[in-house]
T-cell receptor, first 111, second 113 residues
Framework: EDQVTQSPEALRLQEGESSSLNCSYT??????LFWYRQDPGKGPEFLFT???AGEEKEKERLKATLTKKESFLHITAPKPEDSATYLC????????????FGTGTRLKVLA | DAGVTQSPTHLIKTRGQHVTLRCSPI?????VSWYQQVLGQGPQFIFQ???????GRGNFPDRFSARQFPNYSSELNVNALLLGDSALYLC????????????FGSGTRLTVV
C-alpha cells in the first residue's frame, strides 16, 4: 500500500537555527513528490516538485532533496514567518492520479 | 490571475442534512480534485475529474458525490451528514491532473452539529 510518513510531527526552532524535515514514502512507482506549506485554516501552498532520486530544488531558505525512499526539506536560518505546517505528498505512476499526503510537520520558529 | 476559488468559506450544518460545496479552477485548468482534511491530519483524496469525467475516487462512502461542469467548475455533494464529516474540504486544480501539479484553494470549513 502506498504510504507517506513525515517526521517529526512538530518542531520548535530558534530564529536562525537550521534543521531538516523528513518525508519517508512507499509507492509502487513514483510519478512525483510534492512539498506544500499550509498556514492555519488555509489551503496548502505549493513549494516544490521532485521527480527522481538525486534531484534538488531550492527556494529562498528552503531546499528539498529526494532519494529512492525519502525526501528532506532543509530549512536554513529560518525566520518566524516560516512557521507553518509542511506537507509532503506523493503521486504514483499507476492507478488514479491522486496525491497521498503525510500528516505534516508543524514548524514553529521563535524570534 | 485568480487562483482556485471555493465557496462558501465556512458553513454549519445539522446531522442528516445535505451540503453542496463549489469550486472554480484556475483558468485553463481542466482537472479538479477534492480532498478532505480533518484537523491535525493530511488531506485525504475524495475525487478527481478531468474533462467532466470521473478519473478517480477515494475510499469514501456513496454519500459523497461530485461532478464537473462544461466550464470545468465542480461541485462536491455530501448527503446524510454525520458529525465525522466535519472537516476542511479542499479543491485543487491542474492543467491535466497527471503531468502538472495541483494548486489548492483555501477550502471550505464544514462543521456538522
Amino acid at each position: 500500500e502506498d504510504q507517506v510518513t513525515q517526521s517529526p510531527e512538530a518542531l520548535r526552532l530558534q530564529e536562525g537555527e537550521s534543521s531538516s524535515l523528513n518525508c519517508s514514502y512507499t509507492v509502487s512507482g513514483l510519478r512525483g513528490l510534492f512539498w506544500y506549506r499550509q498556514d492555519p485554516g488555509k489551503g496548502p501552498e505549493f513549494l516544490f516538485t521532485l521527480y527522481s532520486a538525486g534531484e534538488e530544488k531550492e527556494k529562498e531558505r528552503l531546499k528539498a532533496t529526494l532519494t529512492k525512499k525519502e525526501s528532506f526539506l532543509h530549512i536554513t536560518a529560518p525566520k518566524p514567518e516560516d512557521s507553518a505546517t509542511y506537507l509532503c505528498a506523493v503521486q504514483a505512476t499507476s492507478g488514479t492520479y491522486k496525491y497521498i499526503f503525510g500528516t505534516g510537520t508543524r514548524l514553529k520558529v521563535l524570534a | 490571475d485568480a487562483g482556485v476559488t471555493q465557496s462558501p468559506t465556512h458553513l454549519i450544518k445539522t446531522r442528516g442534512q445535505h451540503v453542496t460545496l463549489r469550486c472554480s479552477p484556475i483558468s485553463g485548468h481542466k482537472s479538479v480534485s477534492w480532498y478532505q482534511q480533518v484537523l491535525g491530519q493530511g488531506p485525504q483524496f475524495i475525487f478527481q475529474y478531468y474533462e467532466k469525467e470521473e478519473r478517480g475516487r477515494g475510499n469514501f462512502p456513496d454519500r459523497f458525490s461530485a461532478r464537473q461542469f462544461p466550464n470545468y467548475s465542480s461541485e462536491l455533494n455530501v448527503n446524510a451528514l454525520l458529525l465525522g464529516d466535519s472537516a476542511l474540504y479542499l479543491c485543487a486544480s491542474s492543467l491535466d491532473g497527471q503531468n502538472y501539479g495541483y494548486t489548492f484553494g483555501s477550502g471550505t470549513r464544514l462543521t456538522v452539529v
